[in-house]
């Protein structure tokens, strides 16, 4: 079983910054991929960013330079530092994990079946 509470999230003006927490409870034997997501109204949820066990990372295309996914594997979270925010950003986040059942298949494709009750970030232009 696997919870994630994610945090951080508010309103910011645009070019400004934000990051996000998720605090991870999971089992310590089981390798798990761990992501961001996010769902603006009206749209389908997209992956932003994504992380393994062993610290390499994957990003949404648009989204490289600008957001930065780390884990603290002491604490048990997930952050998601975003810069540089524009109106574009305006969405939920939400933390998900997905647990890794080869070392073949990358995170960016693994199965999210984890995830937190999201956490809104809102950019004004």
Do not use: H
């Amino acid at each position: 079983q696997v919870q994630l509470v994610e945090s951080g999230g508010g309103s910011v003006q645009a070019g400004g910054s934000l990051r996000l927490s998720c605090t991870v409870s999971r089992d310590p034997y089981v390798t798990y991929c761990m992501g961001w997501f996010r769902q603006a109204p009206g749209n389908e949820r997209e992956q932003v960013a994504v992380i393994d066990s062993g610290g390499s990372t994957s990003y949404a295309e648009s989204l490289k330079g600008r957001f930065t996914i780390s884990q603290d594997n002491a604490k048990n979270i997930l952050y998601l530092q975003m810069n540089s925010l524009n109106a574009e950003d305006t969405a939920m986040y939400y933390c998900a994990a997905g647990r890794r059942w080869s070392r073949v298949r990358p995170c960016k494709t693994t199965s999210y079946t984890y995830w937190g009750q999201g956490t809104q970030v809102t950019v004004s232009s």
